[in-house]
């Protein structure tokens, strides 16, 4: 094909696919040429496209005036839709110094419409974009770039990619990689290990002030770092201390940066003096098995932690025939968070776990184990604003034996001294195992009135103790779950959910789980009464002899959506005195939707006073099925007057109290299937009158229904089976269809 009727093809078929399909996006002309935008107008703009001299040029017309005219010959493409950039390669770097190199680029396509910025991104992890370090480049068109990175830190690797972004998103180059030079004679590159003192002079002596890698205190000869003589600056790795008899840190005042992780993994520091001038901590801050701490006085000065603060106690105590008596204890001394009082932020994860083991084989023998047991409150973080990961407390202690005794986190008794946190990015995850002995004296949330966002879950496990919300007073939304899981005999002196006052939206699950004898203060979800959507589903599942005084939902007066299931059930078989104060839905008057099913498992004097369905008198829509099942004090379906759609299927089976379907009378489709069984006074089907989409309908064993009438519209417009068994009377769908829907 010639230049020329591959242009005039081209054009016709685009202005063609335009006018059929009518894309949005894609109402200007692109014209292109050696890979750069000559022309871009909106096709509304333009009046008419010529072609003249023997079809050699093309004319674009404006208003009666050419705003664009061109060679065909010249032209690489006409294109209406839009389109990434082409980024050939990111170039090998060059010209690499202490804290600099120079990169290159090349485009050969700038996209459709134009890119509107170019550049580098680089880090010093793989795989790096735009949301990490950006440099970016001015100019426009195709062809190479190249721009000096600076302000990078010497002895370290880092990534590049070049960039280009348009309104379609990001196109990137392939990923080269780098090692700035070594600063040396200042700087000691590469790991190392520090296990005597000759070590510890010959570094001195050598004048370096920066390690290019990890440094690592190990064996069982070093007890102080100060023949260092606080020449260290800085290490761009990890600072690890493994030395069981190492008791200061003098030596290190010099130290202002750890690019990397600082870990307290093993020794005999009672505090961080020696640490005083440490500013930031770009890693991890590690601290485990250490029975000599007793605050982190020493990083005054310390103002953020890149990574995760994790403190892990274990303590294990094991008492037989060759050790009659053990105690044994692991940050048992540790009481607060004093001398951390400039830390403003954490990075990653807040992560304390206490885990405390006795365990006694024999007779006449005694283990005992603490662990986190003198930690009485969050003190010394009072400018801790924000984590950008989870805040977790966990605490176990497990006694196994005559003579066993375990302890863990059992002084805690409130989160004072977070005062400032305000957000948190993660979950806030509060988890006890035997709780007798575990965060057994933490009650509340006290002492975090200040934050207000948690980005993940609100998850409360195993803590026995809780008996009140207060605390999270001005927690605006949670972004997963709210998750309250408990075993048997718990949470029996929460009575509400009050200081929960200013939620308003959770963004997964609200999920209520309990064993047997739980949870029988709570009367009803006070403390709720700013709730106003629910992302996913609303779950509530006990075991025997559990919420025996909650009567109602109120509480939930502004909850107006709940995007997954709306579930009721007992995870005990037989169920047994749970839920039995409860008659309505009393509370839920402003609840519209249910995008998911709506079910509800009655069992043996479970949910034994529910009679209606009064309080959902609002609830419009349910998107999945509608499940009823063994309620048998449940008598009408008054309360679902609105009720208009069910995108699933209606099931419902044992409710010996229902003689109709009045209440249901503005329902009009149900998506699948409606399944009727076992309803032993139900004579009629009055209420589904008005059913006109539907797709198969089951009715079995309803020995008083005589009367089918109700649904011949629905009869009349379903597209599947028709099927009746066991009732008084049992049409086909041919009678149903011929008059002869009634005996």
């Known amino acids: 094909m010639k230049a020329t009727h591959k242009i005039i093809f081209l054009l016709i078929l685009s202005f063609l696919l335009l006018g059929l399909n009518g894309y949005s996006q894609q109402d200007t002309i692109y014209i292109y040429d050696q890979g750069n935008v000559r022309f871009k107008k909106s096709v509304d703009d333009i009046d008419s496209i010529k072609f003249l001299y023997n079809n050699k040029y093309i004319h674009i017309y404006a208003s009666n005036t050419i705003i664009f005219e061109r060679i065909i010959s010249a032209i690489d493409s006409i294109l209406f839709h839009k389109h990434l950039p082409t ?21 050969t396509f700038v996209g459709i419409p134009e890119y509107t910025e170019k550049g580098f991104c680089y880090s010093t992890k793989s795989n790096p974009t735009i949301n990490d370090k950006r440099l970016v480049v001015a100019g426009s068109g195709t062809g190479q770039f190249t721009a000096n990175i600076s302000g990078l830190t010497p002895y370290t690797t880092y990534y590049v990619r070049a960039y280009a972004i348009n309104e379609v998103g990001t196109a990137y180059g392939n990923e ?37 890698g990890n440094v690592t205190v190990t064996g069982d000869i070093l007890q102080t770092l100060t023949l260092l003589d606080n020449q260290l600056k800085e290490i761009s790795g990890n600072l690890t201390l493994d030395a069981y008899y190492l008791t200061s840190l003098d030596g290190l005042y010099g130290l202002e940066k750890i690019s990397g992780s600082f870990i307290l993994k093993k020794g005999s520091i009672a505090i961080f003096e020696g640490c005083n001038n440490l500013q930031s901590i770009g890693g991890n801050f590690e601290i485990n098995t250490n029975n000599s701490l007793t605050s982190f006085s020493g990083l005054n000065n310390l103002q953020s932690i890149g990574g995760n603060f994790q403190i892990t106690a274990t303590a294990t105590a094991t008492a037989n025939n060759y050790i009659s008596s053990v105690i044994s204890h692991d940050l048992d001394a540790l009481t607060s968070f004093a001398g951390l009082n400039k830390l403003q932020s954490i990075g990653g994860n807040f992560q304390i776990t206490a885990t405390a083991t006795a365990t006694v084989s024999g007779s006449g023998y005694l283990a005992t184990s603490y662990a986190l047991n003198s930690l009485t409150s969050f003190s010394g973080l009072n400018n801790l604003q924000s984590i950008g990961g989870n805040f977790q407390i ?34 806030l995850s509060i988890s006890a195992t035997n709780s007798i002995s575990a965060l057994n004296t933490l009650t509340s949330f006290a002492g975090l009135e200040n934050l207000h966002f948690i980005g993940g879950n609100l998850e409360v496990s195993g803590w026995k103790s809780l008996n009140t919300f207060s605390g999270l007073n001005n927690l605006q939304s949670i972004g997963g779950n709210f998750e309250i899981n408990f075993g048997n005999n718990s949470l029996n002196a929460l009575t509400s959910f009050s200081g929960l006052n200013n939620l308003q939206s959770i963004g997964g699950n609200f999920e209520i789980n309990f064993g047997n004898n739980s949870l029988n203060a709570l009367t009803s979800f006070s403390g709720l009464n700013n709730l106003q959507s629910i992302g996913e589903n609303f779950e509530i599942s006990v075991g025997k002899n559990s919420l ?36 309505s839905f009393s509370g839920l008057e402003n609840l519209k939707s249910i995008g998911g099913n709506f079910e509800i498992n009655g069992g043996t004097l479970f949910l034994s006073a529910l009679t209606s369905f009064s309080g959902l008198n609002n609830l419009q829509s349910i998107g999945g099925n509608f499940e009823i099942r063994d309620c048998e004090s449940l008598n009408t379906f008054s309360g679902l007057n609105n009720l208009q759609s069910i995108g699933g299927n209606f099931e419902i089976s044992k409710l010996s109290l229902i003689t109709s379907f009045s209440g249901l009378e503005l329902m009009t489709s149900i998506g699948e299937s409606l399944n009727i069984k076992s309803l032993s006074l139900l004579t009629s089907l009055i209420g589904l009158n008005n059913i006109n989409s539907i797709h198969e309908i089951s009715i079995t064993y309803c020995s008083t229904l005589y009367n089918f009438c109700p649904l011949v519209p629905a009869v009349t417009n379903m597209t599947g089976t028709w099927y009746v068994n066991g009732c008084q009377y049992n049409p086909t769908k041919y009678q149903m269809l011929n008059g002869q829907c009634s005996q």
């Open 87 to 107: 980024m050939v390669s990111t170039q090998n770097a060059s010209n690499i110094t202490l804290e600099s190199a120079t990169v290159g680029g090349n485009i």
């Open 394 to 427: 966990s605490a176990t202690a497990t006694a196994l034996g005559s003579g066993s005794s375990a302890t863990a986190l059992n002084s805690l008794t409130s989160f004072a001294g977070l005062e400032n946190l305000n957000s948190i990015g993660g979950n």
């Open 176 to 212: 080269i990689s780098f090692r700035t030079l070594c600063d040396s004679p200042f700087a000691y590159c590469g790991n190392i290990t520090f296990s005597t003192e000759s070590q510890l002079l010959v570094f001195k002596n050598a004048g370096y002030k920066y390690v290019r």
């Open 548 to 583: 025996k005084a909650l009567a109602s939902f109120a509480g939930l007066n502004n909850l107006q959506s709940i995007g997954g299931n709306f579930d009721i059930n007992t995870n005990s078989y037989p169920p047994h005195y749970s839920l039995n104060l409860l008659t």
